[in-house]
Every structure is written in structure tokens, then in C-alpha cells.
């Protein structure tokens, strides 16, 4: 398990490397952020100053040792816009990135959960069938475009929810979310519905799959035979044994809502790292790009090695070593 | 064709008949009546995409057409040069059915050309994984799961965040996001169909090896090779959307029909709704129409579901 877990992080670091030279060196190709930096009027002179403030006057082999030594030691460059550490920046972005991806989450198995195991239950109704339809819908429909229909629906037409922005933030056990006030209620309600979506899809057909089974084995015929209520037989024992697998799929899905995140963030205006992300390749600001993709890979990384190491747990079949390195 | 369609168990039970595999699949697949409607609904979009030139009123990205008269028009409007917008005109005036025309050649070309060219690769890839074993296989085979523990949307905006803008770049980058989901199947099944009797006889014949997987095996790999590529290319389609939408995908001189929801968009919070409903509508009907007819082959060509 130890050695396992050890070559999967130096796996991590490998991988993170090779990360790190793909997109170093291809922003480096695309466009030079110089002239989205200086002043339209700057001469000559002030142009190359800033080049040599940024470091881009040297070879890019010695650029990019330059990043390795300093990422190295936790420093992962200045933001070409903003002037301060790109770590620090997306570090302060974050929060309403975990906020949004935490708050889809929940709603997933909120409204995922009780759909499915309506659909289970009764796969022959008609509103069972609609469900299902919708999680189709809800897996091939691009978020983008689903995000715009809320926005028009929910924000322009009937205006019940603002569109944009984070809102007021409250602050609960030294905790400063939206989630505190009523007013970041109503703004992270449809970013936070726009990227539950899929996830929603995900966990009705999860618990569909899970009841149609359990449904069948003896522990419900006993069950049954013994005379529980049929309320009781599903609340309690169906229940309990699909919560297992549902809740753990979608608790490992939270990296690809972060993921995904980036999309939602753009469309609604939320100030998180996807939102940081998008508007950092826009400006060319080469430090912010290479953080961000460093960060999220290590998380990736990180959110599969512990995936694999639960499974080996739960599921005590799957044997770690056999998929080794 | 009618009578097979209807029922294609009576047909197989006449010993009298004999039906090639291919007809007998072009059977199963008409009889479901929602994947018909899907394919049909694909080619008028491929074909509407494709007589674009001859059956727009205007083309939108002839200057000398375009009227910033016409800007922001809602659907039914008549133009300045005297035609209907039945869909209206976006911020510069372009009529909107014209401009979706126009755009599907584009969204269409860039899914379909990185769908087939990732198939290629990853095929290729995957056929060598099973073909030579051993450690080449180890090592293909953990860069695909590597690969494939990120999301698709996720590799791809890393390489355009590498690469820019751009058809060729955007192609680029959704063949590298894509190309692993075909490694796996075709490995996956190449797996399963060397351990079956004909590869034996071949072998037993002296045949190299080379020639069994390519010309033996390869053949009995294409039904799950196809479903996962109609899946593949219908997001590889909504993919380069989304890139196009956050501004990092296709430039506004290659305008897709993402790039025609992102020009929309800012217009959508006044009201001005089509601008981006229309070309959405458009996307929607293409991603889902070959999701249903994917979905569709993937019961027709899935043999454990053979009645």
C-alpha cells in the first residue's frame, strides 16, 4: 500500500512536469503578452523595460529553469496583470470555486437522489419514463447552452434571481461564503443548478440502477416476507445499502465539477479560478495559465489516488499493486 | 425492406431468405422510430450546412452584403436589401439563418475532422497495444488510463491554452482530449477477439501476426469502434462550442456556432433572446440527434443484446 501509494505520487510529479513543459512552452509560442502590457504610446525604450521586468528577455530554457527552481519552492511566478504571486491569486480565487462546485453537489443528490429512486420504484410510469428522458437531455445538452436558457428564463423573463456576480458574502465560523446570506443564496442558486446538471443526471441513473437491483435480492423478499411497510423497506434498507456506492461516485466527482466549473464561472460571472483561468488566457498572462493548470492537475491527481485507494478499501477485490506505477 | 423491418425475427427464421450482415443491421436500425428520426435530422443539418451558399439569402461574412442597418433585428424582420430574417440579424447585422448556415460548415468540419482523425490515431495506438503486448502494452496502456482519469473539457482547454486559436489548433486539441477513449475500445476488444477460434486457425495457418491483427481482428473491432466514434464526434462538436463560447476556441473570423452564442450573449440580458437562442437551437438538434442514433447502434451492434 505504501509503495503503491508512493509511486502514484512520484507518477503525480511526473506527470505535473510534463504539464508544466507542454503549456510553458506553448504559451510562449502564442502571442507576446509585452504589447497587451504597455501603453499603446510606449517607445521603444519602455517596451524593452518591461520586457526585461518580466524576464522575457532570456533564453526560454533559462525562463523555464527559472519557474522549475522557483516552483519548486512554492513560487510559481507573478501575474503579468496583477503584479502579485499567481499562487496567491488563484489561492484567493478559490473559495468561490469550492463554494460553487459544493453548493452543485449537494443539489445533485438532492434533486438526483429522490428522482431516481422514483424511477427505480416505478420504471413502467409515464413520469418515470420523463425522468429518464431528462437525464438523457441532461448529458447531452452543453452546459454553456443550458446556463444561457436559465439565465433568460430565470434572470431576464421572470427575474427571480440575479444573473451575475457572487453577491453579498456572510461569514459563519470564520467561514466568508455566500452561502450565508440570502442575497448569495439567490446568486449562487442558478450557477450552482447549471453545474449540478450532469451530476444530477449521474446520480438518477446511480440510484435507478442501484434500487432496480436491491429490489430483487432476498434481503428485500425477507424483508417483505417479514412485514415491514414497503416505506420502511426502501427508506431504511434499500436505502442504506445504495447510499454507499451513490454518495461515493458523487463525492468523486467533485474534482470534475471543478473541472467543469470553469464554464459555469464564465457564463454567470463568478469570481472563481475558472473565471481567473479563462480571463488569464485571454491576457496572455502566461504565470496565472501555468499555476492554475499545475494546480488542478496535482488536484486531479490527488482526487484519483484517493479514489483508488477508497475503492481498495470498500471493495477489498481490487488490489492496489496489479495496477502499480 | 418494409417487411424485414417490421419483423426480423420472422425473417431469420426463414431459412429461405438470406440476408448479408448489413442488411440485417440496416433492418434493426430502422425499426427503432426515434434513431431514424435522429439520422434524418443529422443529414438535413449536414446537408442544410453544406448547400449553405445556395440557400442563404445573403453571405454573412461578405462585407459588401452585411448592412449594420439590419443590427439586432428580431426574427421576422425584413432586411435593408428587402429578404425576411425569419430568425432576426445578431450585433452587425448578419442575417441570423444565413450566419447558423454558414457556422454548422464550420462546427461540422472541426468535430467531424478531429472525431475521424482521433479514431485513426487511437485506433492505431490501441491495435499496437494488443498486437505487441508485453511492456509496449503496459506502457500505452497506463498512459491511456492516465489520460483518461481527466476530463475531456479539461485536457482540451489546457491545449488551447498552450496552443491559441485557430481550426488547425482547436482539431489539435480536441484529437489529443479525445484520441484515448479509441485506444481503449479498440484494445479492449482486440483483447477479447484474440482469444477467439479464428485468430487460433489463423495462427495455425502460419499467418504473421501483423496480417491477424490488421486484417483479422482489426475488421471485428469497427461496431464498438463506431458507436463510441458518433458519441465521440457529437461532443467533440459541443467541445469546440464551449471552447468557442469562453472566447479561447475559434477566432471571430472562423465563427462556429459557438462563436455565434458568444457574440449573442451579451445581447441576451436586454432581451434580445434570438441572437443566441437560434444558433443554440441549432447546436442542441446536432449534438442530440447523433447522441440518438450513437445510442441507437450501440444496442444494434452490441451483440449480449441480440434477441
Redesign the interface.
Known amino acids: 500500500m505504501t509503495v503503491f501509494i508512493i509511486r502514484r505520487l512520484l507518477?503525480a510529479l511526473l506527470?505535473v512536469f510534463m504539464?508544466s513543459v507542454?503549456?510553458f512552452?506553448?504559451?510562449n509560442?502564442?502571442?507576446d503578452p509585452v504589447y497587451m502590457l504597455v501603453s499603446p504610446d510606449a517607445d521603444q525604450a519602455d517596451i524593452e523595460a518591461a520586457i526585461s521586468r518580466l524576464g522575457l528577455d532570456r533564453p526560454i530554457l533559462e525562463q523555464y529553469w527559472l519557474f522549475l527552481k522557483g516552483a519548486a519552492q512554492g513560487d510559481l511566478g507573478n501575474s503579468f496583470i496583477f503584479g502579485e504571486p499567481a499562487l496567491k491569486l488563484i489561492l484567493h480565487h478559490m473559495p468561490a470555486t469550492m463554494e460553487l462546485a459544493f453548493s452543485a453537489l449537494i443539489l445533485a443528490i438532492v434533486i438526483g437522489i429522490p428522482l431516481g429512486l422514483f424511477a427505480g420504484l416505478y420504471p413502467d410510469s409515464g413520469i418515470s419514463k420523463g425522468i429518464m428522458a431528462a437525464s438523457?437531455?441532461g448529458?447531452?445538452?452543453?452546459?454553456?447552452?443550458v446556463g444561457?436558457?436559465l439565465?433568460?428564463l430565470f434572470?431576464?423573463e421572470l427575474r427571480w434571481v440575479p444573473?451575475t456576480g457572487r453577491g453579498d458574502l456572510g461569514t459563519l465560523l470564520g467561514i466568508h461564503s455566500s452561502l450565508f446570506t440570502l442575497d448569495g443564496l439567490s446568486h449562487i442558486f442558478l450557477p450552482a443548478l447549471n453545474l449540478a446538471l450532469l451530476k444530477i443526471s449521474l446520480a438518477i441513473r446511480l440510484t435507478r440502477a442501484g434500487v432496480r437491483e436491491a429490489m430483487g435480492l432476498d434481503y428485500v423478499k425477507y424483508a417483505r416476507a417479514k412485514g415491514l411497510s414497503t416505506r420502511r423497506i426502501i427508506l431504511v434498507h434499500v436505502m442504506k445499502n445504495i447510499m454507499i456506492p451513490v454518495v461515493t461516485v458523487m463525492g468523486l466527482e467533485f474534482g470534475?465539477l471543478i473541472?467543469?466549473s470553469?464554464?459555469t464561472e464564465?457564463?454567470f460571472a463568478w469570481p472563481g479560478m475558472g473565471k481567473l483561468?479563462?480571463d488569464a488566457?485571454?491576457q496572455l498572462d502566461r504565470p496565472v495559465?501555468v499555476a492554475y493548470?499545475m494546480i488542478?492537475?496535482l488536484f486531479?491527481?490527488l482526487i484519483?489516488l484517493i479514489v483508488d485507494i477508497l475503492y481498495s478499501i470498500l471493495d477489498p477485490r481490487v488490489r492496489l499493486q496489479d495496477?502499480g506505477? | 425492406m418494409t417487411d424485414t423491418a417490421t419483423d426480423p425475427a420472422l425473417s431469420s427464421s426463414l431459412p429461405a431468405k438470406v440476408e448479408t450482415p448489413f442488411q440485417r443491421f440496416r433492418a434493426e436500425f430502422f425499426e427503432s422510430r426515434i434513431a431514424t428520426g435522429a439520422l434524418a435530422v443529422f443529414l438535413i443539418i449536414v446537408l442544410l450546412a453544406v448547400l449553405a451558399p445556395w440557400i442563404t439569402p445573403q453571405n454573412p461574412y461578405d462585407l459588401a452584403q452585411v448592412s449594420v442597418m439590419d443590427g439586432r433585428l428580431p426574427p421576422g424582420s425584413e432586411s435593408f436589401d428587402g429578404y425576411t430574417m425569419w430568425l432576426g440579424s445578431d450585433g452587425s447585422g448578419r442575417d441570423l439563418y444565413s450566419a447558423i448556415l454558414y457556422g454548422l460548415r464550420i462546427s461540422l468540419t472541426v468535430g467531424l475532422a478531429s472525431g475521424v482523425i482521433a479514431l485513426l490515431i487511437g485506433m492505431a495506438i490501441g491495435l499496437i497495444a494488443a498486437y505487441a503486448g508485453g511492456r509496449i502494452e503496459a506502457i500505452i496502456m497506463?498512459i491511456v488510463?492516465?489520460q483518461l482519469?481527466?476530463?475531456a473539457?479539461?485536457v482540451a482547454?489546457?491545449m488551447?491554452?498552450?496552443?491559441?486559436k485557430g481550426v488547425d489548433k482547436i482539431i489539435f486539441a480536441l484529437v489529443i482530449a479525445q484520441w484515448a477513449y479509441y485506444a481503449r475500445t479498440v484494445r479492449a476488444t482486440a483483447m477479447v477477439e484474440r482469444g477467439k477460434e479464428y485468430v487460433e486457425a489463423a495462427q495455425c495457418l502460419g499467418i504473421s501476426r501483423f496480417r491477424i491483427v490488421f486484417r483479422h481482428i482489426l475488421p471485428n473491432c469497427m461496431a464498438p469502434l463506431i458507436v463510441v466514434g458518433t458519441v465521440q464526434t457529437?461532443s467533440a462538436i459541443?467541445l469546440e462550442?464551449?471552447l468557442s463560447?469562453?472566447?479561447?476556441g475559434l477566432p471571430q473570423t472562423e465563427p462556429s456556432i459557438g462563436v455565434l452564442?458568444a457574440n449573442g450573449?451579451e445581447y441576451?440580458?436586454s432581451?434580445r433572446?434570438w441572437i443566441?437562442?437560434f444558433p443554440?437551437l441549432a447546436?442542441?438538434l446536432t449534438?442530440?440527434s447523433i447522441?440518438l442514433v450513437g445510442?441507437h447502434l450501440r444496442d444494434v451492434l452490441n451483440p449480449r443484446l441480440k434477441k
Open positions: 507518477q506527470v504539464m507542454i503549456v512552452f506553448g504559451v509560442i502564442i502571442g438523457i437531455l448529458f447531452s445538452l452543453p452546459t454553456f447552452w444561457l436558457m439565465i433568460m434572470a431576464v444573473a470534475s473541472g467543469f470553469v464554464v464564465t457564463i483561468l479563462i488566457i485571454l495559465v493548470l488542478i492537475v486531479f491527481v484519483n495496477q506505477a | 497506463r488510463d492516465l482519469s481527466f476530463p473539457s479539461l482547454l489546457m488551447v491554452a498552450a496552443l491559441g457529437a459541443s462550442a464551449t463560447f469562453l472566447g479561447v452564442i450573449f441576451m440580458l432581451g433572446y443566441s437562442v443554440g447546436l442542441l449534438v442530440v447522441n445510442d
